[in-house]
């Protein structure tokens, strides 16, 4: 797949997460957090579809590459095992009646779910970022930009430890980062 194929889905996932999280802000249902979990799922395996694809200098840094795909990997793993057990598990335990406590919930504060998915959001999506600002192509001009989005997931994920609501950084990166980045992607290669 190209990267001008890759940057046009990208902004469709794009779209579509923030669409979903706005209608699971709106009406905050069972049925919209079931869907906010099936779009996080497809975006995990899209950033490491997108990170894959990033073009790199003519001096090949393969290390810093495979260090960018290995961290994707691990966002993808995390938040997927981790909205995988609440849409196969526990919301099915909560339909039938049985008492989950919040701290296994997604979208519930402190939870154990919560903390998996932060992990991959903010600390592996962050290394990718970073990692990758050091091997894209520099007639991109992404390098400063992806640096700055892998922080932005890094703050949210040392923000949360301190207050919860200082997590909503990270998708400054991971979200608005990567329209902004497919954006980019798309304008350069015409």
């Known amino acids: 797949m190209n990267i001008k194929t890759v940057s046009k889905l990208g902004l469709l996932v794009c779209l579509a997460y923030f669409l979903t999280v706005i209608i699971q802000i709106i009406f905050n249902n069972s049925f919209t957090l079931y869907l906010v979990s099936i779009i996080t799922m497809f975006s995990g395996i899209y950033m490491t579809l997108l990170?894959?694809?990033?073009p790199t200098e003519k001096e090949h840094k393969y290390f810093y590459r495979i260090m960018a795909i290995v961290s994707v990997s691990g966002c993808m793993i995390l938040t997927n095992a981790a909205h995988f057990i609440n849409i196969a598990a526990i919301k099915p335990l909560i339909a039938s009646g049985i008492f989950i406590p919040d701290y296994f919930q997604i979208g519930k504060y402190?939870?154990?779910?919560?903390?998996?998915?932060y992990v991959?959001?903010?600390?592996?999506?962050?290394l990718a970022f970073i990692f990758s600002s050091c091997f894209i192509n520099t007639t991109l001009k992404l390098r400063?930009?992806?640096?700055?989005?892998?922080c932005l997931c890094f703050a949210g994920f040392i923000g949360v430890l301190f207050n919860e609501n200082?997590?909503?950084i990270a998708p400054l990166g991971y979200g608005i980062g990567t329209a902004v980045?497919?954006?980019k992607l798309l304008l350069s290669e015409k």
């Open 181 to 183: 980045i497919c954006v």
């Open 51 to 54: 990170v894959a694809a990033f």
């Open 166 to 168: 200082l997590w909503y």
């Open 144 to 150: 400063k930009f992806l640096l700055l989005c892998g």
């Open 120 to 126: 991959g959001w903010g600390l592996f999506m962050g």
């Open 110 to 117: 402190p939870s154990l779910l919560m903390a998996i998915d």
